[in-house]
């Protein structure tokens, strides 16, 4: 039975009525008399300790955990909060000549700061410079084409350098929804040796990695594809690894990764069995296209809601190589206040096919990811 905890009007009202029930014949409970205020003080602290009990109930289990005992509970199935960590690119200085040192600081307009980390010199005035943020986290991350300022001026150098490979891959530290998600993941389904789950289990254990799956046999028996999203370090990107597909840097029997690709096979070869060869790979877009009629004259918040909607359907069922369904589809933009009378007439899909029909169920290509495309009204 669930215990249904009493509110402080209750409690109050309970303290009330003993004190009453105590002292037959007397009014006990006038305005200012000390017992009726110490029964409101009694019933105060009574709901401070039922509020306690409370949250030491929620602490009791990993479902509800929170903060540093979310970790312990965690940390019991060896599941550990991702740290944060620092995004890195390449900023292109110009000048006359000299040599930009390691530790040179660099400054957004916003006042985020980033750091050389070799010795670089200007060839033909040029020096492409590999920066790393010096703060952790997704708010370093840095587009192609921003201006950054030297903080000390060097001789021969212009003050001003430009963001030539996109300062990215920095993530905040896990979120509790995020680590309890994994943990659940881990009680429910333990490591098995290296299962399918075991492979998707260890990507999504990678900073940066926010949906992952297995691709068993992928190039031949023996070996495993690890396809991977970073919805939240790549948004940049729609959320698609920046890199080229293949395996570890210690793996002999394939071609190395590059990039994102990279970073998570050399993560896996540490955890996979010896046996298989680990190909880390970043899904492929099937960009979907939708043409609706019925609401032309639908508002601006209207399709802008309609949008949402069509992209948080597609996300729900994302599967690589999947079949997401038209009903899916539908649903979520019935919900939309604003789209009544809607009706899809034609859906297209740049990685995939439609079917049956202009208006059927939507199938992905081998290693391709439904994303919401354009939305024409007619």
């Known amino acids: 039975m669930v215990f249904s905890r009493p509110t402080l009007t209750s409690l109050r ?45 929620q602490q009791s289990v990993p479902f509800t955990s929170e903060d540093e005992f979310l970790e312990g509970w965690a940390a019991l199935k060896g599941v550990t909060r991702k740290p944060a960590v620092a995004a890195t690119g390449n900023v292109t200085l110009n000048g006359t000549g000299g040599i930009v040192p390691a530790g040179t600081a660099l400054t957004r307009s916003d006042g985020a700061n980033f750091t050389v980390d070799a010795d670089v ?22 587009v192609l084409g921003t201006t950054l300022s030297l903080a000390a001026a060097i001789s021969g150098v212009n003050s001003l350098g430009t963001v030539s490979a996109a300062i990215s891959g920095g993530s905040d530290v896990e979120r509790d929804d995020d680590l309890r998600t994994r943990m659940i993941t881990e009680y429910s389904r ?8 075991d492979y998707v289990n260890w990507a999504l254990s990678i900073p940066g990695v926010t949906r992952a799956w297995c691709e068993r046999n992928v190039f031949g028996s023996g070996t495993v594809g690890v396809l991977f999203m970073m ?117 297209s899909a740049s990685a995939g096919a439609v079917t049956p029909g202009p208006t059927g169920n939507i199938s992905s290509n081998l290693g391709a990811l439904p994303v919401a495309g354009n939305i024409t009204y007619v």
């Open 13 to 57: 009202s309970q303290v009330a009525a003993d004190i009453a029930a105590g002292l037959p014949g007397l009014n006990a409970l006038l305005r200012y008399n000390n017992l009726n205020i110490l029964g409101d003080v009694e019933a105060g602290l009574v709901d401070g300790c039922y509020g306690y009990l409370d949250w030491i109930t």
């Open 121 to 142: 010199e200007l060839v033909g005035g040029v020096a492409v410079v590999a920066v790393t943020a010096i703060a952790t986290g997704a708010a370093s991350n840095t």
């Open 190 to 197: 333990p490591a098995s040796g290296g299962s399918a789950n």
């Open 231 to 347: 919805d939240d370090v790549r948004a940049e990107h729609g959320g698609f690894p920046q890199g080229t597909n293949g395996v570890a840097s210690a793996e002999t029997r394939g071609t190395p990764a590059t990039g994102d690709q990279l970073i998570i096979a050399n993560a896996l070869f540490e955890l996979q069995p010896v046996g298989p060869i680990v190909f880390g790979r970043a899904c492929t877009a099937n960009t979907v296209n939708l043409t609706i009629a019925g609401i032309a004259d639908a508002t601006d918040t209207t399709k802008t809601a309609i949008a949402a909607a069509f992209a948080a359907a597609l996300l729900s069922t994302a599967i690589p190589g999947g079949s997401t369904p038209l009903s899916a589809i539908e649903g979520k933009i019935a919900a939309v206040s604003g789209a009544t009378g809607f009706v899809i007439t034609a859906i």
